[in-house]
């Protein structure tokens, strides 16, 4: 029995770890992908950065359906104030993970709810810490050719491989997987 009114949502994005997250916890979804230019503005902060794409997603996707309560989500990783997107390729992948090996990084994740018939929208995001420890040389390759890292911002996936590697995770788990479910459903609560 379903105690809770959520809403249908129509997810501007077609990441399967969002869906499986939005699967996990019996949220209703149809997925669009946005298709947006993912590109950083200089200058622009992590945070900002996040945020912009997440509602840009969002209002791509209403413009196109017209309907309904459209989510936007956009994740970055950070470390030493540097922003890690996707990696390009396998050697991205590897330069990626020797930033990160043995230290803390940010996880970051803008989400944007917007109601597609009025263009009204609620906008936020939440930040989880990760310790990586230390990765030799051999590790960062095994797990680089793993392909697993190719399309994950930061390239790693907390939730598969990678897991070996992760010492502490400080803040919101979902977060680092893509989508901060908890802070979906107070947006949704708002709007």
Partial sequence: MDD???????LASRSPRRAEILQAVGWEFEAFAAGIDEALIAGEDAVTYVKRLAVTKAAVVAARVG??????????????????GQPEDRE??????????????????????????????????????????????????????????????????????????????DGEYFNIVGLPIRKVYELSKRI
């Fill in 4 to 10: 809770l009114q959520r809403e249908k949502l129509m």
């Fill in 67 to 84: 309907r309904g309560l459209v989510l936007g989500a956009d994740t970055t990783v950070v470390v030493d104030r540097q922003i890690l």
């Fill in 92 to 169: 991205d992948a590897r330069r990626m993970l020797r930033l990160l090996s043995g230290k803390w990084h940010e996880v970051i994740t803008g989400v944007a709810l917007m109601r597609a018939e009025v263009s009204c929208s609620v906008v936020d995001h939440v930040v989880t810490r990760v310790r990586f420890s230390e990765m030799s040389e051999v590790e960062i390759d095994w797990y680089a050719a793993s392909d697993e890292p190719l399309d994950k911002a930061g390239a790693y996936a907390i939730q598969g491989l990678a897991s070996l590697f992760i010492e502490e995770v």
